[in-house]
């Protein structure tokens, strides 16, 4: 489509959207006039390291793009569920997006996939990895750590909305089948 | 989530976009802050009656409310996967969707689904169906009558720019063992 | 398991269970000592040829198999989903069931497919299948015919209370993508 | 339906079924008139922790209650398979199962979904759990320990006869790609 | 790899094989050094359009190979299941077969398929297409009129002795559950 | 079918095919006329257990076969998906695979789905089991020792041409949602 418009891809879970999630995606958006954001494993939620949904996720992205002020109306935000077939991930997030151009990332498989198949790949500048990590984040709501500075405020509320904290609790003491689906 | 916030849920599939859509989602917009727009099906494409692919539809969508001036900040543009079940459908959904307060729809099926799990349903105006459907600009499409006043200018477009005639007749010449995919 | 238990398995989908159903299941527990009933397509409702979900098809059968005094203690009552694959239906039934000696059916794919894995197969009488079957039950719901004679007066109670004349006639209404989800 | 009758929800996987889940059955049998009984995680056998298949597990099910009296015909024995998506996990069972007004469960997260979804979640008593637990059972057959004071008599012939034992070590030992099939 | 080698990849369902499949493998065999054959819809079977399963018509294919003289040491016979979204087909295909450099297929979505992901399609010769068609000898064998001249002699034999004539007049007459697996 | 050939069938996933595997396929070979080689969990690859696609290991398979001298006209090699129910799974195997007499294997787990399904399973020989694993060639390639002395040569070159050390050590490394898809 429309060859003037350079459009980038980005692969996140955000189980939550973070701090780094936004500085990474205010970086990107300085080199390209639209981006897509994939929210990976849409259909996974109510799990230890998947704990919100797909619909919770986009909210997340909304209202904190918002208040960090990136321009909505240049994102597209597309929940896309996971595959059975690693061989056809890249093909399943082409069929899911408008045409892109180039995608950010630094992990080595993704990174990978993108280029067998063709596409152009470029890395991404890290910011405290180790500090601003959804692991981290969830690691702290369940030992009722300081997780707030690590999140936008927006995001904050929408987790104290949902109940977002005893949901990870619980998550965390279940011994249920359920828990054992996947 | 923040409760005075309105925020409505139309569902379709956009085989392709049309007017009648839009003229509905305007409508809709009247009385609701916010809308979720669910894109259908989202996982089919290349079949007779489902030309294109989630990503194209997304597109779609984006462009032509632009051109219309629906406001997309106010938008969310969701693509959703079928299931195997009816009976989880409503649940589906609501798990891909940000919190909604009334789904707009006249479907006897879609209305009944919803109603049954204790969501607000409320009617949409008709917009002359017989003319304004996907099945009559796919049928226009492949006898090469005017399908372009039936869409957005954008559409159209979008439409020229990836072939999508040639793909809908092609598709409806297949014999392949790809067309009986289902 | 215990070999002096002659135990029978019938398969049918049960949308609805008509009395036709139950005369041959009456006909077959004489020679059984138990009967396992598979209820076929579980997985299936809110369709126009599967209205009833797999919850709503075994009341039915329990509480007209107390009306009709047949021993609910003699019978195991087993919901089974579809599979993507014919090849493999045998060993999916046989999973999801106790062992049996014997299966009741006059169906040809049914008997073929059980043949060839060596499990015995035996006829079961007719009783006027043009009146007692399911398709004609939902076509006279359909057309505000009389239904209820052709059903056990606890399955019309049921259908009843679940509204499910109405249900079928949203269902046999809809023109929305949740009625193409297959 | 019928709405004086209270008709209450238990979840488990019973591989394999023990003393404990009958006391918790009988526990909850006081306060309802009928109890459905799901059996969770209905599509696996054959694997360490899921050794029974469903069909075994119902047999189970249905003769330990005969020998302890507790009266089969108020009971809905309802094998249940996983869904790829926790989110959907209630509306699941609930296609599954006849109309039920509560759940009884312990499990942080079955008795979030639950709750989430408004219905009613009650608390089972405990009943010496680290001793009653299908993951202990397992334990013992595998390094040849009593087992046996842990089950009814008749869950244990049911293992007896089909060889239950042995099927456990041999999965123990197994190092074939069937062993990954999940 | 090797780029020295040329390798075709040809779909086709072969439900059964016939001559005209035949005569088709000759005339590309001529321009390739090597030859994918894969074989579409793998997990379909006991279907009255898809009547044997892919063990089946992979032994059709060897032994009609063996009697007509090509080399089998140059084939690769490949079963390949259906997928659920056609955007991801050629993705699907290429993942199971060796690396080929073209496909030929006269199919119009085949060869879009293909050509959208940027790999050559050939067309093939057509030879005598009413009579030479899979459709054509499932037909005749309903109707007890002569399909063998249209088979090999060892397709015809493999027929004979898995009884497939008779299976495929048992699935025209089905009306079970089973009939309507998918 | 012909009831004159006694063929085998071997199971493997083949990640890669080793030294270990040809000897005990031309120790199979030397007791039956044909053998069927499953390629097991054929969809999987690019994952750190998985890397290769089943189109790279049945070119591996090919390719050794024709370097070991043994006769490619004699063999099947046949990719099989996963299934999600091991009770289906000989079911499912013997749908994919022309008729066989007779499975080699020394998993205590396929001995027994196919000894319970009433299927003659017979030993094979053991080869130096330590050495020759595709487990210890993942690891020797991912910490640069030596693999190649663990297979035949013509997959040392497939492995070289495909990149097939860096692929690994690229999935080793992986931290993105794609890492996650099972």
Not at 3 to 15: A, E, H, N, P, S
Not at 54 to 77: D, H, N
Request: hydrophobic share 40%; glycine share 6%.
């Amino acid at each position: 489509m429309s060859g003037r418009v350079k459009r980038g891809l980005y692969v996140g879970r955000f189980q939550p959207l973070h701090l780094g999630h936004l500085k990474v995606i205010k970086s990107i958006m300085k080199n390209v006039n639209e981006l897509i954001i994939v929210i990976g494993s849409a259909q996974k939620s109510h799990e230890i390291g998947n704990p919100f949904t797909a619909g919770e996720r986009i909210m997340m992205l909304k209202q904190a793009f918002q208040e960090a002020k990136i321009p909505v109306s240049k994102c597209f935000f597309i929940p896309v569920p996971d595959l059975r077939m690693h061989s056809l991930w890249v093909a399943h997030v082409i069929s899911y997006s408008p045409h892109f151009n180039v995608v950010y990332s630094n992990d080595p498989l993704t990174r990978r996939l993108f280029d067998e198949a063709g596409i152009k790949v470029e890395h991404i500048p890290f910011f405290d990895r180790e500090l601003y990590s959804s692991t981290e984040v969830r690691r702290r709501m369940l030992v009722d750590e300081d997780w707030r500075t690590l999140l936008p405020k927006s995001v904050s509320n929408i987790i104290d909305e949902i109940g977002g904290v005893e949901r990870i609790k619980d998550l965390s003491m279940t011994d249920s089948p359920t828990k054992r689906n996947h």
